[in-house]
């Protein structure tokens, strides 16, 4: 309830004038808008799913060769990297995420996807413009900055392993290991033009389990004579609850999903075995681990329970399908907050509650052999009308991955590269 406030008034607070000053980099973003607009409407078209970046990722080498960038393709599949050395300095990583949705559209934008079931449902288009944005303002203010930029077009996030394959292909060895890394998320509950920030775990750690729940099958109507899996795995389903609700510290945070079950072949079949697929989320360490045992402990317990044969055991798997938490440090979180309401005013730079949600941008914390500096902020981009009408309902709001998650480009586009770029221009200062 008190977000909800929160953002009623930020969203009021939105017909504030920016502060009145002349600014160099705000009228240069301004000026670069229809060309920013006009990139954000091609890439909105032409989506590619996880992997299959390949028209994308050239586009985005392109820009960045005719901008002066040194760009190596290929990093992890369809990865780009683009360095700019600009003196001595900190190393600076801006990452962009640039796969699709298998989701087909139904914005009823006259820019929508022409790619048959595809679409930019979660705003990497927005990532993708805001990079290149950002590229072009960093490149013609070289004298204002000193350092290393690494600016990097990351595959596959949708499916949690680009980042992961573009540290695997030697991201931090082959090119200069960043001392700090940013990112951008546009939000579907911030109107456009304000921005979010969570300090602190921002996104969760997601982990894929399955549950083979074994049984002794037979026929339906001679129960007794069977060990039916059906009722094991509903037992199991029901138990899982309690790891939230009685093992989780209330001040910490979880979810245990059961997703999917499947198994059977016909109602007066008892089968062999039925699979649950779940979704694990959770902030530390600490937690994930104790969830993921407490897991397997109660799908054993329940088995041995219903009187299960040892060579009928739950065969509990935790796949190697991975992202970890995200987390945005101290103090870089603190000084581009602090830089943000100085830019922006502190009505349109507003604290958020972390999500649990995935993003494998977190993986570059960790991923070089020291940890480093990070921070994803959120980039409001509900269209101000849409915002009005909803009257705080956030609910009654296309949600990210929807089919009708259409933001607004010009504020959301203007305030993504304003603010990316003068991050990074705070960060690589003379």
């Not at 944005?133 to 203010?141: D, K, L």
């Not at 502190?346 to 649990?356: A, H, Q």
């Amino acid at each position: 309830m008190k977000q909800t406030l929160a953002l009623i008034a930020a969203s009021l607070a939105l017909a504030l004038p920016a502060p009145a000053h002349a600014d160099a980099l705000r009228d240069a973003v301004q000026a670069d808008k229809a060309s920013l607009v006009a990139l954000y409407k091609q890439l909105h078209m032409h989506p590619e799913l996880s992997n299959k970046e390949v028209k994308t990722a050239a586009l985005l080498a392109r820009e960045m060769k005719a901008l002066g960038y040194q760009v190596t393709t290929g990093v992890g599949g369809t990865g780009v990297v683009a360095v700019m050395k600009n003196g001595p300095g900190q190393t600076l990583l801006i990452r962009a995420d640039m796969d699709g949705l298998p989701v087909t559209e139904a914005t009823g934008v006259p820019y929508a996807s022409v790619e048959k079931g595809v679409m930019h449902a979660c705003g990497h288009d927005v990532h993708m413009t805001s990079w290149i944005g950002t590229a072009r303002r960093m490149a013609a203010m070289k004298g204002q900055w000193s350092g290393t930029l690494v600016m990097i077009a990351q595959p596959a996030e949708e499916i949690g392993y680009g980042a992961y394959a573009m540290l695997n292909d030697g991201l931090f060895t082959r090119f200069p290991q960043p001392s700090a890394a940013i990112a951008l998320h546009d939000a579907a509950d911030l109107p456009a033009g304000m921005i979010g920030y969570s300090p602190g775990y921002t996104f969760a750690n997601v982990d894929a389990v399955d549950i083979i729940v074994k049984g002794v099958g037979g026929h339906g109507a001679y129960p007794q004579n069977t060990k039916d899996p059906v009722v094991l795995a509903a037992r199991i389903v029901t138990s899982l609850q309690t790891i939230v609700a009685r093992e989780v510290d209330p001040q910490d945070s979880a979810v245990v999903t059961v997703g999917k079950i499947s198994g059977g072949t016909k109602r007066n079949i008892i089968p062999e075995e039925v699979t649950l697929e779940l979704t694990v989320r959770s902030y530390s360490e600490e937690s994930r681990r104790k969830v993921i045992d407490a897991i397997a402990r109660i799908a054993r317990g329940e088995a041995v329970a219903a009187g299960m044969p040892e060579d009928r055991m739950p065969d509990v798997r935790h796949s190697d399908e991975y992202t970890p938490a995200t987390l945005n440090t101290e103090p870089l979180t603190g000084q581009l907050v602090t830089l943000f309401k100085e830019r922006f005013g502190e009505d349109r730079v507003v604290r958020k509650l972390p999500t649990m949600g995935g993003e494998d941008f977190g993986r570059y914390r960790t991923g070089g052999d020291k940890p480093i500096q990070s921070i994803i902020f959120w980039l409001g981009a509900v269209p101000q009308d849409k915002w009005d009408a909803a009257k705080g309902d956030i609910m009654s709001l296309p949600s990210l991955h929807s089919p009708l998650w259409a933001p607004d480009p010009e504020p959301t586009l203007m305030t993504g590269v304003e603010a990316m770029t003068a991050a990074a221009l705070d960060l690589l200062k003379k």
